[in-house]
């Protein structure tokens, strides 16, 4: 705390010496991670999300308890085979004002536009990463009925659906503006959200100002309420926080563990210091930290882990409750149970790993020399976990050694099998069980799919395949609890904490909405100058 309390005091100085009025209705936040794209075909990462939320528009958004809510569409309706759904869309809907459009310099979002705008996820020449968001859909029998019907149609039935297509991927994009730009439409972008483009030096500022014409209203008042939003590129960590101190910036999302003790106490509670000048906002998000261990590797290897006992120990060797304590200050849920988190599990209960030294003995004692050494991959940010489940390990003659790399090499050795034993996280794409047991499931393998560990069972894979045509939902809970339970089992993973969305939030702003998907939802914020 020293150096953070020295830092805070130098940075005070220079920032007194300069005359600082906010004289706009301007939020202002940072992005450490750069933004690479503001095209939402490239809305890949959580920088690039966020950006582009505010610019675009899909047909369906997820509000705050991640209930699908209408957006360019009105409403919809669903055939009872759940192969069909018919979207009606708003009339009144105008893009941002460009030169692409000519002397009119705007016109009217129609239905073509989503057939469009889904052709270029699948346009080889672009190579969107979002391609595999189209794998539910029946491209070919998917159309424009008239300028405010769309028909999309599926090529089996998926319950998810609706929950996919509020992702930015499925944004409405002009062709005029694609044409127009050409190659840097990605940073011209036109869309029909609350804030347009105006300004962007990558890595410096990006900044977006109000839509004047935005369709949606609150209370009879048209939206958005700010006059636009800021974003800025600090990538060092204390100049980070000592800015949203200073109210440099309007909130922080996420707690690096280097400053947590400094905001929050044991209890996971904002301390009285910074209670008159901040709010803490948070709610279980849809990511679950785990330990994944490729068993085909560690075969390959001759590894302790393709031993299903002594991956069974593992599981059992330390105490989720106490790490996500004295670690993550409570902020987080230990993973006592499966890979998908609490909030999505609601309809089943899978009985999951606990700290259990009676457990760990009874699994070692069926392997004949458990000494020998494993590596465990991780980078800095995950050390303190990778090191307390090491410690607590040791003390059962578990002898665990841990390889740091950066976050691109440690993504680059798991997802190309390159080691048998690795940190790994998932965020959810959308709100559904499946989304996370999609990540064991064989056809998915990597570097192809998100399935890591090269898990491969049959029967979880037949499991898999009988959800997605499941229309009783709490049938198809059964099927998700099986295939958790089969996980379970197999120990093919080591969870350990499902991660919360934590942001500060200057006491200055409201109307500031926070779901399970982290989503940056700016259009209902205020601004307050006290």
């Known amino acids: 705390m020293y150096y953070f309390h020295l830092f805070f005091f130098l940075f005070c100085i220079i920032s007194c010496s300069k005359k600082q009025i906010d004289q706009y209705n301007i939020f202002r936040y940072n992005e450490a991670n750069s933004i690479t794209s503001l095209d939402p075909i490239f809305s890949n990462t959580q920088s690039n999300i966020w950006a582009t939320n505010q610019i675009f528009n899909t047909l369906v958004e997820l509000d705050q308890n991640l209930i699908v809510k209408p957006s360019i569409a009105k409403?919809?309706?669903?055939?009872s085979d759940g192969l069909k759904y018919t979207f009606i869309i708003h009339d009144n809907i105008y893009y941002h004002k460009s030169h692409c459009f000519g002397n009119d310099s705007t016109r009217k979002l129609v239905a073509s536009d989503f057939i469009y705008?889904?052709?270029?996820?699948?346009?080889?020449?672009?190579?969107?990463?979002?391609?595999?968001?189209?794998?539910?859909?029946?491209?070919?029998?998917?159309?424009?009925?008239?300028?405010?019907?769309?028909?999309?149609?599926?090529?089996?039935?998926?319950?998810?659906?609706?929950?996919?297509?509020?992702?930015?991927?499925?944004?409405?994009?002009?062709?005029?503006?694609?044409?127009?730009?050409?190659?840097?439409?990605?940073?011209?972008p036109i869309g029909t959200g609350?804030?347009?483009?105006?300004?962007?030096?990558?890595?410096?500022?990006?900044?977006?100002?109000?839509?004047?014409?935005?369709?949606?209203?609150?209370?009879?008042?048209?939206?958005?309420?700010?006059?636009?939003?800021?974003?800025?590129?600090?990538?060092?960590?204390?100049?980070?926080?000592?800015?949203?101190?200073?109210?440099?910036?309007?909130?922080?999302?996420?707690?690096?563990?280097?400053?947590?003790?400094?905001?929050?106490?044991?209890?996971?509670?904002?301390?009285?210091?910074?209670?008159?000048?901040?709010?803490?906002?948070?709610?279980?998000?849809?990511?679950?930290?785990?330990?994944?261990?490729?068993?085909?590797?560690?075969?390959?290897?001759?590894?302790?882990?393709?031993?299903?006992?002594?991956?069974?120990?593992?599981?059992?060797?330390?105490?989720?409750a106490l790490m996500v304590k004295y670690l993550r200050n409570d902020i987080v849920t230990a993973a006592n149970s499966g890979i998908v988190p609490d909030i999505l599990s609601t309809c089943y209960n899978v009985d999951g790993y606990f700290y259990s030294p009676d457990s760990v003995?009874?699994?070692?004692?069926?392997?004949?020399?458990?000494?020998?050494?494993?590596?465990?991959?991780?980078t800095q940010d995950y050390l303190d976990v990778c090191e307390f489940i090491q410690h607590s390990a040791s003390k059962f003659g578990i002898n665990?050694?841990?390889?740091?790399?950066?976050?691109?090499?440690?993504?680059?050795?798991?997802?190309?099998?390159?080691?048998?034993?690795?940190?790994?996280?998932?965020?959810?794409?959308?709100?559904?069980?499946?989304?996370?047991?999609?990540?064991?499931?064989?056809?998915?393998?990597?570097?192809?799919?998100?399935?890591?560990?090269?898990?491969?069972?049959?029967?979880?894979?037949?499991?898999?395949?009988?959800?997605?045509?499941?229309?009783?939902?709490?049938?198809?809970c059964d099927l998700f609890k099986k295939m958790e339970s089969i996980l379970i089992d197999e120990a093919t993973l080591i969870p350990l904490y499902y991660d919360h969305v934590v942001r500060l939030v200057s006491k200055n702003i409201s109307g500031m909405s926070i779901n399970s998907m982290n989503t940056l939802s700016l259009k209902k914020v205020k601004k307050n100058h006290f």
């Not at 003995?361 to 991780?378: A, G, H, M, Q, V």
Request: glycine content about 4%.
């Open 75 to 79: 409403k919809w309706i669903q055939s």
């Open 361 to 378: 003995e009874k699994y070692l004692s069926r392997i004949p020399d458990f000494t020998k050494s494993i590596t465990l991959n991780t």
């Open 117 to 188: 705008s889904i052709s270029r996820l699948y346009d080889k020449d672009i190579v969107s990463p979002g391609g595999w968001v189209l794998d539910y859909i029946d491209l070919e029998n998917t159309y424009a009925i008239n300028d405010t019907m769309i028909e999309i149609r599926l090529k089996q039935p998926f319950p998810g659906i609706l929950g996919l297509l509020s992702m930015n991927y499925f944004s409405f994009t002009p062709y005029e503006a694609v044409e127009y730009y050409g190659d840097s439409f990605s940073k011209n």
């Open 194 to 320: 609350p804030f347009k483009f105006k300004y962007w030096k990558q890595n410096e500022k990006l900044i977006l100002s109000k839509n004047l014409n935005y369709f949606e209203y609150e209370d009879n008042n048209r939206l958005p309420y700010l006059d636009g939003v800021a974003i800025s590129f600090i990538t060092q960590k204390e100049s980070v926080f000592m800015n949203l101190i200073l109210g440099n910036f309007d909130f922080v999302s996420g707690l690096d563990s280097s400053f947590k003790d400094e905001f929050l106490n044991q209890n996971g509670e904002l301390v009285s210091e910074y209670k008159n000048q901040f709010y803490l906002s948070k709610t279980p998000y849809l990511n679950t930290e785990y330990l994944g261990i490729n068993i085909s590797k560690a075969k390959i290897e001759s590894s302790l882990l393709a031993d299903k006992n002594y991956r069974k120990a593992l599981n059992y060797s330390f105490d989720r």
């Open 400 to 476: 665990i050694d841990i390889e740091i790399s950066s976050p691109a090499i440690h993504r680059e050795l798991f997802s190309s099998s390159m080691c048998d034993f690795f940190r790994a996280s998932w965020i959810g794409d959308y709100p559904d069980p499946e989304n996370f047991l999609s990540l064991f499931y064989s056809k998915n393998k990597s570097p192809f799919g998100p399935n890591y560990t090269h898990f491969n069972n049959v029967i979880y894979d037949s499991l898999y395949l009988q959800s997605f045509n499941q229309q009783n939902n709490m049938m198809r």
